[in-house]
């Protein structure tokens, strides 16, 4: 099961970018229809709300008057809370009880408004923000008949663009038509939901292209990599000792392939089996691998790892679990430490991957060919670099 969260401020069109997908197939879960549901008439949570704030919030007939109630939630941020405290706890576990009742393929999209205030995004598969201008949703809630002042009110106590960019894997700016709103959401669900969906239900990870096309250095990758560290953790808990963005993409400057390279270090890889079930159903896929040997540490166990992909073909990733202290994690991280501190070994490496790209079409030949590099330069100048500095591998 696809597990997708969509998000969105107040007026930005996220209700558009629902019904499409539902159109397109999507399983569609709305949390302001199950935030009305928790408080309906002769319900619980309506009770624990009139405890809180008194009878004054319910109407004639006894439903929750809501725009009463929101006349004192949006103007004190301690009450705001007091309510989400009631009301949230009950939506998600209405919306886990929907989940559970769906077909085991579905793709299930949530409809969360404040994904990035309640912390959820890593328990997503994918997470999809629609954006639209401040003075743009402004004249929407107008014409929907919510005064100018509410509306700021409102707008003002959601997180801002900012946060929920900084938790989501795609944004869908939703400056023009309707109907270009709809083409986007029809694109990214032909081109990346459906795919990923079909590599959950095959149980693989998206494979990197086999095409080499070094790119340059993209400040989204440091996100990319928060993103999946934030799900890795959610899966693993203490048992992921580290977890650390390493390779080009980790470096600043460097031209790199789209993928992104994470090291989780663990106390031994027995444990990486153990949560063999629970990474696949995060989207993550594995297999034993082996680093390449370096001839001071010749016995070929000592390199033994669990490769990782994720199944997002928009977020192509590579997991390398290691254990501790072992000599392919200490390597992973001193390259990676070298290379930031190191201005003309980072002119070098670029270089020689410039070389090589002209050379080579194929990644796989072009990683081959890159081997030597490691074996006869980096290995060695890197761990004399660490000599000279005192560099350490961080304490874990």
Known sequence: MLKVALTGGIGAGKSTVAAKLSELGARVVDADALSREVVAPNTEGLAAVVSRFGPEVLTADGAL?????????FSSPPARAELEAIVHPRVRARARELTDALPEDAIVVQDIP???????APGFHLNIDVEAPRELRLERLAERGLPREDAIR???AQA?????REVCDVVLY????????EHRVAMLWDERIVPFAENLRSGRYEPRPEKLQLVESDPAWAHRFEHHAARLRRVMGPSAVRIDHVGSTAVAGLPAKEVIDIQITVVTLHIVDAFAEALSDAGYFGKVMFDSIKLEFPDRAQWEKRFY???DPGNLAHIHFRPIDSPGQRFALLFRDWMRADPQARAEYAHAKGVLAAKFDSVTDYTAAKEPWFDQEAWPRANAWAAETGWHAPLC
């Open 160 to 164: 801002s663009d900012a946060e929920r």
């Open 65 to 73: 008057d809501r725009a009463e109630l929101a006349k004192i939630v």
């Open 114 to 120: 404040l994904l990035a205030e309640t912390g959820q």
């Open 154 to 156: 409102r707008i003002d």
């Open 174 to 181: 939703n400056r023009d038509s309707h109907q270009d709103l």
């Open 309 to 311: 992909g994720y199944a």
